[in-house]
């Protein structure tokens, strides 16, 4: 009875601890894999060398480094803080309606891919 106890106590530690590790895996979001597609479709054609973005605010994010520069003003990521990271603001409309981005006529951002930049901001906003 007690060996049967053990053991069962461990099969349970066992699933618990494979979900765990299950959950960590679907959460862990990277700039590479999730973020640069995003930014590759909603915001790089301004957002690069020449593009009105960038001349308007000195905003690239062509790569990691740009993006984490931020315009020349300041960062527009805070890493572990989405919600006060203005490239987020923007795209959420929370500032000024004419700031909103992408900007011009645009489709606004999947609130999918909002998401999951709130998620990598939150994560650490890594290099990952
Ligand atoms: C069609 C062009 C265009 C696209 C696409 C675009 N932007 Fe912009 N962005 C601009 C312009 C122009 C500015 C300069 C500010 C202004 O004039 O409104 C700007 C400025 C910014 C700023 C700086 C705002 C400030 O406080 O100075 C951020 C942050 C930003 N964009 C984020 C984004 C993000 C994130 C995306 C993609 C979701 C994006 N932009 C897509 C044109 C664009």
């Known amino acids: 009875m007690k060996n049967m106890l053990t053991a069962g106590t461990l ?11 299950g959950c960590m895996v679907e959460d862990a979001v990277s700039y590479s894999r999730d973020v640069k597609p995003i930014i590759q479709k909603n915001c790089i054609s301004c ?9 308007a605010s ?19 990521v805070i890493p572990g803080d989405s919600e006060g990271s203005n490239m987020v603001v923007l795209m959420e409309g929370r500032a000024d309606p004419s700031i ?18 709130r998620r990598w901001i939150d994560q650490g906003a890594k290099k990952n």
């Not at 909103?100 to 930049?117: A, C, E, F, N, Y």
């Open 11 to 21: 099969m349970l530690i066992c699933l618990l601890l494979s979900a765990l590790a």
């Open 100 to 117: 909103s981005m992408p900007h011009g006529g645009m489709d606004p951002v999947r609130k999918q891919d909002i998401d999951t930049l």
């Open 58 to 76: 000195g905003f690239s994010m062509e790569t990691y480094d740009d993006l984490m520069k931020g315009t020349n003003f300041g960062p527009m």
């Open 47 to 55: 957002h690069e060398q020449g593009g009105a973005g960038y001349e």
